[in-house]
């Protein structure tokens, strides 16, 4: 690859997806499995030969961030993360400032291993809390109890790693108070990111197969409004609040449309090759063009999730209702050059999206 063509290409961000667990939870419905002795080499291969594959497509482009998502990838013994690093500092530019995310779950990582991770390049540990209260672990089938999870929390924040937690709020019978009672824990951990996410019940999930008394829609409503509120941290996407500069780069660069490869069974992603945007899974098995139109809706579908919004860019206002949205300012709002939502379109943001598109 000759030095144009190398300018020709953008930066990618990296998304490797480990789908490994100690078991499957009863909310979830990603692409994961519960699996006591994984084949760590013939995954390793694998996602080393799909680096390749990318890195020979596309050129050895700019990576600004990794992201290792599952599943449980603190599973994964550190040998293989290293191993996995290499391949990727040999075929990709990773940027000295690149942000490095392991996604964990308490109960899978010591000091020694979390050492070890550190030491192979990661700077930021997001960790599945999910609640704060052993019963209510125990009935999302989770298999770590809640000083588990503080105890994880202390030490990564200990070895100078940014730290996210992630929670889940709207569980059966639970109230605002209950929700309020939560941020006001969470707050008592001093977190730099925190990641609320609202319960929802999936088909070919152990809850989809329950008849679960879950809070009615305006609850759900009061206990979303009720975060913003109580929790410490402002929000800057839909379920996502940081400290100023503690957001997470790497899903702020998908949300915002930047260029990003999908690394592995489950995963999917949105590459730049040959001034063509391409969706993107393995290595060749999904390889099409996206038109004009459609990445400029995407845009709109990730840009407006954020506080910022979507930038009003050329493309995006050919497919944006302005019609609809000037008669819709309570909803959303033209800022600069930037259109987002406002606070009541926040609580329907998934109904107003289509209205959004001519």
Partial sequence: MNYYDFVM???????????????KCNYCAFYS?????????KYADDICKELKFWSEKIGKVKVPTIFFGGGTPSLMPVDVFECIMNCINQNFLVDESCEITLESNPGTLDNEKLSGFIANGVNRLSVGVQSLKDDELKFLGRKHDAKTAINLLNIAKGMGLRVS????????????????????????????HVSMYELTIEENTPFGKMNLNMPDNDTMAQMYDAIPEHLLLPRYE???????????????????????IGIGRGAAGRVYY????????GNGELFEKITNETRSIEKILTGMRTMRGVKLSDDVKNVINFDWINSHKDLVEIDGEYLHTCHNGLLILDDIISDLIK
């Avoid at 040959?274 to 899974?281: G, P």
């Fill in 9 to 23: 290409n953008i930066a990618h961000n990296l998304y490797i997806h480990v789908p490994f667990c100690m078991s």
């Fill in 33 to 41: 499995f519960a699996c006591k002795n994984p084949d760590w080499q």
């Fill in 165 to 192: 937690g992630d929670f889940i709020y709207g569980l059966p019978n639970q109230n605002v108070k209950d929700v309020i009672d939560l941020c006001n824990d969470i707050n008592k951990l001093e977190l730099s």
């Fill in 238 to 260: 839909v379920s996502n609040y940081a400290k100023l500069g503690e957001e997470c780069r790497h899903n702020l660069n998908v949300w915002n449309g930047d260029a990003y």
């Fill in 274 to 281: 040959d001034n063509v945007w391409y969706e993107q899974r």
